[in-house]
């Protein structure tokens, strides 16, 4: 590397860190009121971090647009994080409504008759490991589909679609 390459990675590195300082001084105040704005929206009260998080990556995203004006600034972040919000909402609905329509599905394969419980077990063993595991959290242990993912190292999307798939292969297993 030449003296030249140095100097401008330098020059680009320090270009970096201020603007990631200029953009934590902008938005450190605000944030424990968006956290509040989370805290008493948000169940469980724990996803008010990520929410918290999401927005912060969001505003990151869109730091070249970030209000000059303290006040603006300020309103500006609380439209990104209502948006989080209502996103996370729309999550959280989504998950609920698919473990509870598996469970009761798989509550009444299995408590109609034993023989169909051995046939449960035996249909999840021809499941991968990771997928047996995020449906026995998500149907036996009652997590959310994102929150059972999470456990087993899983992005919420990734979760949803391998769940989905070894619902299927189930299905069609037991039928």
Sequence with gaps: MSLGQVATFQHAASAERDSRLEFERAVAPIMPDVLSYFVRRVQPREDAADCLSETMVALWRHRLMLPRDESNRRAWAF??????????????SREVKLA?????????ASVADPDVTATVGDALEQLNETDRELV?????DGFGVADAGALLGLRPSASR??????????????L
């Design 79 to 92: 439209g990104i994080a209502r948006k989080v919000l209502l996103n996370q909402q729309r999550g959280r």
């Design 100 to 108: 509870d329509r598996v469970r009761s599905e798989l509550r009444v």
């Design 136 to 140: 026995r959290l998500i149907v036996w």
């Design 161 to 174: 679609m391998r769940f989905a798939r070894a619902k299927d292969k189930l299905r069609g297993l037991l």
